[in-house]
């Protein structure tokens, strides 16, 4: 008889995605304890962008929230279009007229690097790479175990997007089904959402944001007003402006949001998972403000979870910059103007700051996600 203790147990247990690629990476260190990095980077196929998701690092300062263009990243493109994994065994004779991003995206102090392009049915999810201190580790022996290992890392991720996809449509559907409607175009969320994410990298160093955290924010933030499908036609589409006795009931769009999150979840077995509070904060607290004038619980500053305070900058920016049923839209100056009046009163100061200082990316977001026919 032999004893045996299964050495990825860990993976059994329910735990953040994260605590599952770290003690993956402790096992894969027994056989190969050269690897001294697993990362990975997701694809975004609308923008092409790739950016920087979840790490295993003895590194001290390890890459946090660096996106980049696939077409800037000529030898990661290469990766993608070739399908095919790629080792560097001597990174310092490797040249590819290495840019700034390239090195960036995790190439720095590393000897070595063995990068797989992650796939779900064809269709291209991100890298995972594999980083060493030392030259020259990536042979065929080792390679043959790490693919078994990228792999199974490949999995993990794809079940937590698909379970996030899931929980969109979920939500996405009861709206739908409860044949409510939202007023709100896709253009609206797809800007927001993309503001909601810059706001959050623009705090990244000072509040120590994790990329999977900020992530998660670009992911939910177009959630924020699922509530609004409880709210009467005659109130929610209203042309003009909302008497007193009507504007609380739409106020009651956030606690109704929370409680539609809340049912999704239970109905979908999803309320296990440790970051959709952060999409319940953003349906419940979008609406508070920092001085505690807002609803629906007037609670103030740093009681307001930040993911609350990031997409309610972005929200109201939004709002501010586009056509309503009941308003016509602003110019962006007009609009950071307000912004600029409201931080430390309504908004929050650091969320508004992170939002007016980084302009030439609203404005390519705005270019991007322009208003159409379609919303
Ligand atoms: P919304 O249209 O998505 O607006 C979100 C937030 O953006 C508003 O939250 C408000 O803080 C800000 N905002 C939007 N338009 C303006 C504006 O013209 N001036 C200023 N200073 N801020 C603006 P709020 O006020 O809590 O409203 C929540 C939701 O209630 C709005 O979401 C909208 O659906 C509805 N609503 C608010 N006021 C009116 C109104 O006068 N008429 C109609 N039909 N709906 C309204
Ligand atoms: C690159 O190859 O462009 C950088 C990514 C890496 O190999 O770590
Ligand atoms: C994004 O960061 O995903 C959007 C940037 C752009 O629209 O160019
Ligand atoms: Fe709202
Ligand atoms: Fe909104």
Known sequence: MIEHIDTLDSLNKHAPIKDKLVSAHMTIKKSLPFIARIAIALYDPE???LKTFLHSSEDDNPLENYQALIDDAPSLKKILDKGLPRV???????????????????????????TMPMFNDGDFLGFVFFNSMEPDVFNEQA??????????????IIKEISTIKTLAAALRTTGRITHLRDPETGSHLDR?????????????????????????IFMFSPLHDIGKIGIPDNILMKPGKLDHEEMEVMKSHTVKGREIVDEILNNFGLDGIDYVN????????????????????????????????????????DALTSKRPYKEA??????????????????????????????????????????????
Request: charged fraction near 25%; hydrophobic fraction near 40%.
């Open 47 to 49: 923008t092409r962008v």
């Open 88 to 114: 560097i065994n001597n990174m310092l004779t490797f040249d590819d007229g290495s840019k700034e991003h390239t090195r960036r995206i995790g190439r720095v102090g590393y000897a070595a690097s063995y």
């Open 143 to 156: 390679l043959n175990q790490i693919d078994i290992f990228g792999h199974m890392v490949s999995l993990m």
């Open 192 to 216: 927001m959402s993309r503001y909601s994410r810059m706001i959050a990298s623009a705090l990244a160093d000072k509040y120590e944001l994790k990329d999977d955290y900020i992530e998660h």
């Open 278 to 317: 952060i999409l319940r904060n953003i349906a419940e607290f979008h609406h508070e403000s920092v001085n505690g004038a807002g609803y629906p619980s007037g609670i103030t500053g740093d009681q307001i979870p930040l993911e609350a305070r990031i997409v309610a900058v972005a929200d109201i920016f």
């Open 330 to 375: 602003w110019t962006n100056e007009a609009a950071i103007e307000t912004l600029k009046q409201l931080a430390g009163e309504k908004l929050d100061r650091d969320c508004v700051d992170a939002l007016s200082d980084n302009m030439e990316e609203v404005e390519n977001i705005q270019q991007f996600f322009k208003e159409n026919i379609y919303g």
